[in-house]
């Protein structure tokens, strides 16, 4: 069974970091695209980072040079990394497998992936 489990959010002060982690399990990260999508409150859910099955990685323009996307294949584990957080980066966190035998990040369109971790609540206020 496919399953992605997101930890490592919480509260953090402007400025701060956190580094989010997504257990992934059911599948191979030699195979699939895995994304990390936010939405804030009154806000519809974006496209945050993305790594394909080689390892490219791609960033929305608001986090670029911020936020970093990485794996361990070993652990079948994807993280996102995020630095100088702001109160704007207050969202809750998704990890996301690409649907069927996609490698490619393609789009940011949430209905291309089809496989979603229950999401965690990343709050940035001092």
């Known amino acids: 069974q496919v399953q992605l489990v997101e930890s490592g959010g919480g509260l953090v002060q402007p400025g701060g970091s956190l580094r989010l982690s997504c257990a992934a399990s059911g599948f191979s990260l030699d195979y699939y695209a895995v994304g990390w999508f936010r939405q804030a409150p009154g806000k519809e859910r974006e496209g945050v980072s993305c790594i394909n099955s080689p390892g490219s990685t791609y960033y929305a323009d608001s986090v670029k040079g911020r936020f970093t996307i990485s794996r361990d294949k070993n652990k079948n584990t994807v993280y996102l990394q995020m630095n100088s957080l702001t109160p704007e980066d207050t969202a809750v966190y998704y990890c996301?497998?690409?649907?069927?035998?996609?490698?490619?990040?393609?789009?940011?369109?949430?209905?291309?992936?089809?496989?979603w971790g229950q999401g965690i609540q990343v709050t940035v206020s001092s």
């Open positions: 996301a497998k690409k649907s069927g035998n996609s490698a490619s990040c393609g789009s940011w369109a949430p209905i291309d992936f089809g496989s």
